[in-house]
């Protein structure tokens, strides 16, 4: 399983870092640019979060739900899907009705609501890409998962680098115009993934509406779904209470939005690590295997890729920011060097959240997940008023410790685990080096980004002598069979 797991790790992390990034970068980041901070901020990044909060709505934990169900029984694939399809229907109307009812309530303008009814509709389309994606990886086709898991930003890549970079269609570029390409984008990866889901069926998908199988279906994901709820509630709501607390709002929404791109950017990796390791944990768990040496693994691989990131971004959180962004100041690059430290913990919760997921140890994850939204909205009051978007970027950080230090706790307690004193030097000794060599580097008289790369590399070394990342055992995982 482990070897599985790297395989497909490198083919779906390649291909995705092929993609994924040109389009945050390059188009994302380009749309910022033009049309600035306060429009971006209010027009755009305020109310995509906005339409994030609701989806506990919109997917009611199907997706996790249905992943692990089918990654344990294969068979159950052409009874669920016409099934769970009608539901998909039923819920991502009833998510629209309230979502855009609530942002009429709370008083969004003619244009802002306008561009809300398409976001609204675009998590409509995400969240079927993400169900639809959930039986192909249920199915342990990981390859073509990551295909699909990159369709879309490709697709974007396309129809936006013609909004932004090619004549005509660049005279008519805006922010509304941006948010209907994406919309084109999803609507053709839904297509694409359900021609693929369709041979699995035999061609044979007759929806069917059974109130009983529904409603044992939603008794069964509401869990799941909770956690979705609660998870977008303390990752997403800093940017609503940004636009809607402070005068300038829609600037502060666009600044902290630009530093919260780069750790969206950098956790593309734990959220398809997740991807893999669901169906790999429910399978492990359903045959009675032990899951340690996939948790370690997991933990170590992320561990070093996001440490490595967040010290990255905080010695050299100015330069950074000023490459990307034409109007960034030191008080960008403030709000980015805070911000990324939670990516660290945003690394654990990848591989401790799923596994718990994966267990259906869902009652003591939520309980968690609740402690860090309680903390998180009232960390964002307090700290919002006082210190603008740097505010929310530390509550953020001390949100997602709690919740990933609450996820440790509870996998220990559940799955019996002894400390692995070993592996909590190493990564204490990985801690300490890691700082000394970033703030060693970036004091010598070279371009920032020619010591930045040095400190990189430094960093890959120390984790190869620490052996969170084992040459050894990777080359033995990857010369023993499944």
């Given at each position: ?71 344990q029984h294969e068979q159950l694939l052409k009874k669920y ?384 002598l620490l052996k969170l990342i084992d040459l050894k055992e ?9």
């Amino acid at each position: 399983m482990k070897r599985s797991f790297l395989i497909n790790l490198v083919f779906l992390i390649s291909i995705n870092l092929l993609i994924k990034p040109f389009y945050i970068f390059g188009i994302d980041r380009t749309v910022q640019n033009m049309v600035g901070a306060e429009v971006y901020g209010g027009w755009y990044a305020s109310l995509l979060s906005f339409s994030y909060l609701l989806q506990i709505i919109n997917d009611f934990g199907i997706q996790l739900f249905n992943n692990r169900n089918i990654a344990q029984h294969e068979q159950l694939l052409k009874k669920y899907l016409p099934n769970i399809l009608v539901l998909k229907f039923m819920l991502g109307g009833i998510y629209l009705l309230i979502t855009l009812g609530i942002g009429w309530f709370i008083g969004y303008d003619s244009v802002q609501f306008r561009i809300l009814v398409f976001l609204a509709f675009n998590q409509v389309l995400i969240s079927m890409i993400y169900y639809l994606r959930s039986n192909i990886s249920g199915l342990h086709y990981y390859k073509t998962d990551s295909f699909f898991s990159a369709l879309d930003k490709l697709l974007m890549i396309l129809f936006c680098g013609l909004l932004l970079w090619v004549p005509p269609f660049s005279d008519y570029f805006s922010i509304q115009n941006f948010v209907y390409a994406q919309t084109l984008s999803y609507a053709i990866t839904v297509l694409l993934a359900f021609m693929w889901i369709m041979p699995k069926v035999n061609y044979r998908l007759k929806l069917t509406f059974s109130w009983p199988f529904l409603l044992l279906i939603l008794k069964k994901s509401y869990p799941y779904a909770l956690t979705v709820f609660l998870a977008g509630i303390f990752t997403r709501i800093d940017q609503v209470m940004l636009e809607r607390l402070l005068p300038d709002g829609n600037e502060q929404a666009g600044i902290y939005a630009a530093a919260y791109r780069l750790l969206d950017a950098s956790n593309m990796i734990g959220f398809l690590m997740a991807g893999l390791l669901l169906p790999m944990f429910s399978k492990l768990i359903n045959d009675g295997q032990s899951i340690i040496g996939l948790q370690n693994l997991g933990f170590k691989i992320l561990f070093v890729i996001s440490l490595t990131t967040a010290m990255l971004c905080w010695f050299y959180q100015v330069p950074i920011m000023e490459l990307l962004y034409d109007d960034a100041t030191v008080y960008w690059g403030r709000i980015l060097g805070i911000l990324m430290f939670s990516f660290v913990a945003m690394g654990m919760s990848y591989v401790n959240g799923t596994l718990l997921s994966a267990n259906g140890s869902l009652y003591g994850l939520n309980v968690v997940a609740l402690c860090g939204t309680i903390l998180n909205v009232i960390l964002n009051f307090v700290l919002i008023g006082k210190f603008k978007a740097e505010g929310a970027a530390i509550a953020t950080v001390f949100t997602q410790f709690l919740v990933a230090i609450g996820q440790w706790g509870l996998v220990f307690r559940i799955f019996k685990l002894q400390l692995n004193l070993s592996l909590l030097a190493r990564a204490i000794g990985f801690l300490i080096a890691v700082t000394g060599v970033f703030y060693y580097v970036s004091q010598l008289p070279f371009l920032w980004i020619w010591t930045l790369l040095l400190g990189g590399f430094a960093s890959l070394l120390l984790a190869i002598l620490l052996k969170l990342i084992d040459l050894k055992e990777l080359r033995e995982i990857y010369q023993t069979s499944n």
